[in-house]
């Protein structure tokens, strides 16, 4: 139940920083809106990744969805594996180069950046 009040809190924290997003740079539009898109990022922890079930571990996520807003960059989810070595985390974002400044500000590694769209069994495009 922690985990997915931890979930809720960044997830609303993250979508108050998406809207109506407006800047200038090589990813804006001619009405200077930025284009976003989906990535999946992979990141590599040797020694695992704790984060506390706590105050202390929402803080964490909050200050990590405060810092990826500074650049546009929106943490939709991640998968953790059960060693807790290796995340695959869901980004909104201008660019990869965007997530891989979010990234460094929050101390993050990251392995790998992809472009990706979603397919589900009930809606495809």
């Known amino acids: 139940m ?16 998406v809207t109506n997003i407006y800047a200038q740079d090589e990813t804006t539009t ?6 976003i898109k989906r990535y999946l990022v992979e990141r590599s922890f ?3 990744i ?12 909050l200050t990590v969805v ?6 546009n960059v929106t943490w939709i989810h991640s998968y953790v594996t059960m060693d807790k070595k290796k995340t695959f985390c869901i980004y909104d974002a201008p660019s990869p180069d965007a997530i891989r400044k979010a990234a460094e500000k929050n101390g993050l590694p ?4 992809v472009e990706v769209s979603v397919l589900d069994p009930y809606f495809y495009r």
């Open 2 to 17: 922690k985990n997915l009040f931890l979930i809720l809190v960044s997830f609303a924290m993250a979508s108050l920083f």
């Open 30 to 35: 001619k009405e200077n809106k930025i284009v």
């Open 46 to 48: 040797p020694d695992g």
């Open 50 to 61: 704790n984060i506390p079930v706590n105050a202390e571990g929402s803080e964490i996520c």
């Open 66 to 71: 405060s810092n990826n807003a500074e650049d």
């Open 110 to 113: 990251v392995d790998n950046i």
